[in-house]
């Protein structure tokens, strides 16, 4: 490896910075093309109605109305799809209803899109949309999970009469329940994992734009995956072939999951464009975010814990209800399952583990995945189940983990679940995390606490995550409707400068930084003569996209697959101007040479004959100096880690100060810890955010109360603490970069953390448990409970 | 939001004129609350007509064991304040923590205590030291001047110039804050006087801002915080959300009412 | 329609407005100065802050017309060319930044709190960002960010 300091492992300073701090960054929203209307949404007030008829006549002839337009102008096209298949533990295929573009006869959630109103200005189309009138029949709403399984209000879908998307399974339930009758101690613990709003900073953004003289249509979004949108859209829903469809996210405000999905709003301006023959924008405002952009979570679940007497683990049985919303969006289905239900050994050698999962259709909106997903709900399930049983069997909550660790010697290591753990070192991040929040001493801070009469307390997590998804073959075995792989192409210039067209997409992660550095450190080159390209289907190979804790892990080894190509092809163009043997030429910081003696050549010059190819090898290689790569990976990456939350509690109050949080992290190898670091406070701060204040509320007649951030608590500077954070290493064993990701992972492991300090805190007093959001009023609520 | 017709009148007299002749008008000052509430298109005033332009709404005076704050003043103006600082440091420590400080830029005092929003912070200090609400046709005791959610004693047209606060012997002002909105979920402003003691709660009751004769008559006998030691309020008369129902609000009251005596001193 | 004339980052500028345009539409749609975001409608998250006569207002929340005749900086007018506030440089030396959504207003934010407080604690940096909502970095390096700045500033 290269030792330039903008190489792998420097703390280079972001190069996609300047743009952002001097108002010039480029985001969906701040495009305006030429003629370009505005669309507003006419969105369903009522959860679940039927739709009577709808009235556009006294819209239409507004002011600067250009064309109102209702679910008749989409009955051409399909419905929006779901990217993921979940089996029935019958086999049976899950509940799949259509997603249409527009409601068709009946509304599903509170938001749900009934018109379009489109005008030449914004304000001209919010005050048109007033004027649709819709005649609504209201119907039972369904929003209580268990409500919706055990006594229907109404049915959400006609083909789900129970509102069972599906019941799914993992694991031998008869084998589990006899390690239960045979165990010493069984711990049970039930829980909600409260529903979220993803709320990236920057609202949902979309423009359509249609050229007539050719067919090709553009479509500007803010998206995680412009491939993605553009294989949903133009295969599944409006027909559109890949060469007449160009997606282009450009500098996008923040995702975590919400902007993976393919929105119906996409669809919309898409459509509309043509329609009228004049580019269509749609904004969000931040309500309708709410009430239209994928919430998270939403587990309600039952675990329980079979140890014996020295506090091994036994087994683990678990039943999830899982809320679907009213549709299924991109990738609803796999959360609870392939991506909760797989996590459920943690860092442990739990041998038995079986988990029933059943997924719920209400009125509510979608829910998908939101950084973490379905990882941070086995990790909370997990590590607050152990922790319970740890007090319950008075051993110290780190003791009682060490004992069930799985050792650095065990792997790879297969776990009952069905992933296989490739490396790990689950002491290591333990042992790190207690020296670094000094766990031994919390006693004597207990005490000084006391004396100002607050209760203060400490607790730990050891998460685990699957991240790199995915093995396209397994991913595909599980019911996946796509491959995730990513794709790279190495573009070297004439003059030697070189461009990086990626398949990930940076929206927030410094992509724009740290795949220059590995292409920097690989090629040898400097940064400055290094761009990455990203967001643009126009510009870039078929790729699959940012989430997932991904980018590096997949899209990364792409890149590296591809220099590997360039590096080849260059050595053969190098041995020829050497005239050596191309065995024979080894590439170092940025030079060919011929082992064993003096004569080199540089990377440039070997890029400047390869597209002037006057002494060149033409008759064995085509000139020019360009490759694309494809990578599938192997395996699951495993970040892991184990975090450590201190907490004191106002017990006049219930407010809870979230006094230090320390997270030690093994990402595996790291490309710039300056990035990495932030993509853990940012983890935390949303961890954090979860575990005391966010919830997503519905009230009995699926209104959403909390549809802005009046209501909807966002976590703000003064709500958090800093962070300390440390990084132990084992190299991932099957990426060329030994690399495993690091997006998702303060998301994941602080939530437990969290509610286990509250615990510990409130534990002299008799409380369990404290569910989240551990507002002030719940945990005042807990106290006073355990009092009487 | 809706259209509207938007007139800047330079006096108090062309204001009130221009109310007059107004369909539905409304009256703006800061803009804090009511832009907001007319970009939800929860109001929709055919005019607006804009405080701004009045120079004799600006500006805080003392004199006479009176502190004088002009109904545009704004909460940053108040919050850092000498004068105000000086007199009653209680009411400048409640106007800087209104809202956040872009909104204290532009927020005003006329603005907040003509709203009367239950969960608003100047009502309680308006109640809490028996301010008096000064308006271009008469004078209003705050006893007298809220009279429930979003309402107020002010006449249609009415347009509020100032509000008097008599300087107290010791006040204090703890807000516990709704922790999403930041706007008082609990308020309470605590008051010592010559003529006794007053309490103001605001953001917990279901009528909007409210005293406590049972805590003041505690207090009055002695302003320690063990005065008020047992003193539950009601119920009954609370607010509940989903931050905080009306059993954890009580008894929030009596918490930040004993901190706001121990702030006072 | 109201005329406004205001001087937006040293230029003057006037134009006839629909009444109900909001200072921050008239910044970005009018005058093409895209920096400034809005990402609520209730004005919490402060994507909006500019400066209105140097000191910091949520644009989204006030009328264009509430700006005729003041002095408003927006975060292009912050810095000349490719030079930096130094606010803008302790954004960048300590990833104060991820996506860059919320980056204009919380570094117009954080000039106003440094103006007013020019060596702040940490306390002080976290409440005075109460105004400012970010979703990616978690405060952390945005609170060592204005400590930096705010040292700049105070050259």
Not at chain 1, 765 to 779: I, N, S, Y
Not at chain 2, 201 to 223: D, I, K, Q, S, W
Request: contains cysteine; glycine residues 10%; proline residues 5%.
């Amino acid at each position: 490896m290269n030792d330039s300091v903008a190489g792998i492992g420097a703390r280079v300073l972001r190069r996609e910075d300047f743009r952002f701090i001097k108002g010039r960054g480029k985001y969906v929203d701040d495009m305006v093309l030429p003629r370009q209307t505005y669309a507003v949404i006419v969105r369903s007030p009522h959860a679940h109605a039927t739709v009577n008829s709808i009235d556009s006549s006294a819209a239409a002839a507004m002011p600067g109305v250009v064309r109102v337009l209702t679910s008749k102008d989409f009955e051409a096209f399909g419905g929006l799809p779901c990217g993921w298949l979940v089996n029935n533990q019958n086999g049976d295929p899950m509940v799949e209803p259509k997603h249409p573009i527009l409601a068709e006869g009946k509304v599903r959630h509170v938001g749900d899109p009934v018109a379009v109103v489109i005008a030449n200005t914004k304000a001209q189309a919010r005050d048109a949309a007033d004027a649709v009138v819709v005649d609504y029949s209201e119907l039972p709403a369904v929003v209580n999970m268990r409500q919706a399984l055990s006594n229907p209000p109404a049915a959400v879908h006609d083909e789900a009469p129970g509102n069972l998307c599906y019941d799914w399974a993992l694991g031998d339930k008869e084998t589990v329940d006899a390690a239960f009758a045979g165990a010493a101690h069984v711990t049970r613990l039930e829980f909600t994992n409260n529903r979220l709003s993803p709320n990236a900073m920057e609202p949902r953004c979309a423009i359509g734009d249609y050229d007539r003289s050719n067919g090709d249509h553009t479509l500007y979004t803010t998206s995680q995956n412009p491939h993605v949108i553009r294989l949903l859209m133009g295969a599944f829903v409006l027909s559109i072939p890949e060469h007449k469809l160009r997606v282009y996210a450009p500098d996008v405000g923040g995702g975590f999951g919400s902007k993976i999905y393919h929105y119906a709003e996409e669809a919309i301006v898409t459509v509309a464009a043509k329609v009228i023959g004049r580019p269509v924008k749609w904004t969000s405002d931040r309500t309708e975010a709410f009430l239209s952009d994928a919430h998270g979570r939403d587990h309600v679940t039952t675990a329980e814990l079979a140890l014996d007497a020295d506090g091994k683990f036994l087994g683990l049985r678990c039943d999830t209800l899982a809320n679907m919303g009213a549709y299924l969006s991109t990738f609803a289905p796999c959360v609870p399952t392939y991506l909760h239900a797989t996590l459920l050994a943690g860092q442990y050698k739990t041998p038995l583990i079986y988990c029933n999962v059943k997924a719920v259709f209400t009125n509510t909106v979608p829910v998908d995945a939101y950084r973490g997903a379905g990882r941070p709900e086995a990790t909370y399930l997990l590590e607050r189940v152990i922790d319970k049983a740890a007090r319950e069997m008075k051993i110290d909550p780190a003791e009682i983990r060490r004992r069930n660790f799985i050792q650095p010697d065990e792997f790879p290591y297969q776990t009952p679940v069905a992933l296989v753990y490739d490396t790990g070192n689950y002491e290591a991040t333990l042992s790190a995390a207690l020296a670094a929040s000094d766990y031994a001493g919390i006693a004597a801070r207990k005490a000084e606490a006391k004396s100002r009469g607050k209760l203060r307390g400490i607790g730990l997590s050891c998460y685990i995550e699957a991240c790199g998804i995915a093995p396209s073959a397994v991913v595909g075995s599980l019911g996946a409707r796509a491959g995730l792989y990513e794709a790279a192409t190495i573009r070297v210039n004439p003059t030697g400068s070189i461009s990086v067209l990626t398949g990930s997409h940076s929206h927030g992660q410094g992509h724009e930084t740290t795949f220059a550095q590995v292409v920097a450190d690989q090629l040898g080159q400097p940064i400055e003569n290094i761009d990455i390209v990203h967001g643009d289907t126009a510009r870039i190979p078929f790729g699959m996209g940012t989430y997932g804790s991904r980018s590096i892990a997949v899209g990364g080894a792409a890149i590296v697959k591809a220099v590997d190509k360039i590096i080849a092809k260059g050595k053969k163009i190098a041995a020829h101007l050497m005239e050596a043997s191309a065995d024979d030429v080894v590439f170092e910081n940025g030079q060919f040479k011929v082992a064993g003696t003096d004569k080199q050549i540089d990377f440039g010059s070997v890029a400047l004959t390869a597209y002037v190819p006057h002494n060149f090898p033409l008759e064995e290689l085509e000139p020019g100096l360009e490759e694309t790569a494809f990578y599938d990976p192997a395996n699951f990456t495993f970040p892991a880690g184990s975090y450590v939350c201190e907490v004191e509690v106002d017990p006049e109050t219930g407010v809870v100060e979230v006094c230090s949080m320390h997270a030690s992290d093994d990402f595996g190898n790291i490309i710039n810890p300056m990035i990495v670091e932030g993509q853990v406070h940012g983890g935390l701060v949303q961890g954090i955010g979860q575990a005391l204040l966010e919830q997503a509320v519905y009230d009995d007649n699926g209104q959403l109360l909390t549809a802005s951030y009046n209501d909807y608590t966002m976590p703000r500077a003064d709500d958090m603490p800093s962070f300390t954070v440390d990084h132990q290493i084992t190299a991932c064993t099957h990426n060329p970069l030994g690399v495993k990701g690091c997006g998702e992972a303060g998301a994941i492991g602080s939530p437990p953390a969290v509610i286990n300090a509250i615990v510990d805190a409130l534990s002299e007093l008799g409380v369990e448990h404290v569910e989240m959001p551990a507002t002030p009023r719940k945990v005042w609520r807990a106290i006073q409970a355990a009092k009487k | 939001m809706q259209s509207f017709n938007y007139a800047k009148p330079a006096s108090l007299a062309d204001a009130a004129a221009a109310l007059a002749k107004a369909e539905d008008g409304t009256l703006l000052a800061g803009g804090q609350t009511l832009l907001p509430t007319m970009k939800a298109r929860l109001a929709a005033p055919s005019d607006l007509v804009d405080l701004a332009g009045i120079a004799e709404l600006k500006g805080i005076s003392v004199s006479g064991g009176t502190v004088t704050i002009g109904a545009m003043t704004r909460h940053a103006d108040v919050a850092g304040s000498a004068e105000v600082k000086g007199a009653i440091p209680a009411l400048a420590a409640l106007a800087g923590g209104i809202g956040d400080q872009a909104v204290r830029n532009r927020g005003t005092i006329g603005g907040s205590v003509a709203n009367n929003d239950p969960a608003a912070d100047y009502p309680a200090a308006v109640l809490g030291l028996g301010a008096t609400v000064r308006t271009n046709s008469r004078s209003i005791a705050a006893d007298d001047f809220f009279t429930g959610l979003f309402d107020t004693a002010l006449n249609a047209g009415e347009i509020v110039t100032a509000v008097s606060f008599p300087v107290p012997q010791k006040a204090a002002y703890v807000k516990f804050p709704n922790p999403a909105s930041r706007y008082a979920m609990v308020g309470v402003f605590v008051a010592k006087t010559a003529s006794g003691v007053r309490v103001a709660v605001t953001g917990a009751g279901n009528g909007g801002v409210f005293r406590v004769p049972a805590y003041e008559a505690a207090l009055a006998a002695n302003f320690s915080p063990s005065a008020i030691a047992d003193g539950v309020i009601s119920a009954a008369d609370m607010n509940s959300d989903l931050h905080a129902d009306a059993e954890y609000r009580a008894h929030l009251v009596a918490v930040m009412a004993r901190r706001a005596v121990a702030a006072a001193g | 329609m109201p005329t406004v004339s205001m001087t937006v980052n040293g230029q003057t500028v006037s134009a006839e407005v629909d009444g109900r345009t909001l200072l921050v539409e008239f910044i970005r749609e009018h005058l093409a100065l895209t920096g400034t975001h809005v990402g609520c409608d209730t004005s919490q998250c402060g994507a909006c802050v500019v400066h209105v006569n140097g000191e910091a207002a949520k644009s989204c929340t006030m009328l264009a017309v509430q700006a005729n005749g003041a002095s408003v900086t927006t975060i292009e007018g912050l810095s000349e060319g490719d030079d930096l506030h130094p606010m803008q440089a302790a954004f960048k030396d300590n990833h104060g930044l991820q996506c860059g959504f919320c980056t204009p207003g919380m570094i117009m934010s954080a000039v106003d709190l440094a103006k007013r407080n020019p060596n702040p604690t940490e306390a002080e940096i976290r409440k005075g960002l109460e105004g400012n909502i970010c979703r990616c970095t978690g405060y952390h390096n945005i609170v060592k960010a204005v400590a930096q700045g705010a040292a700049g500033m105070r050259g």
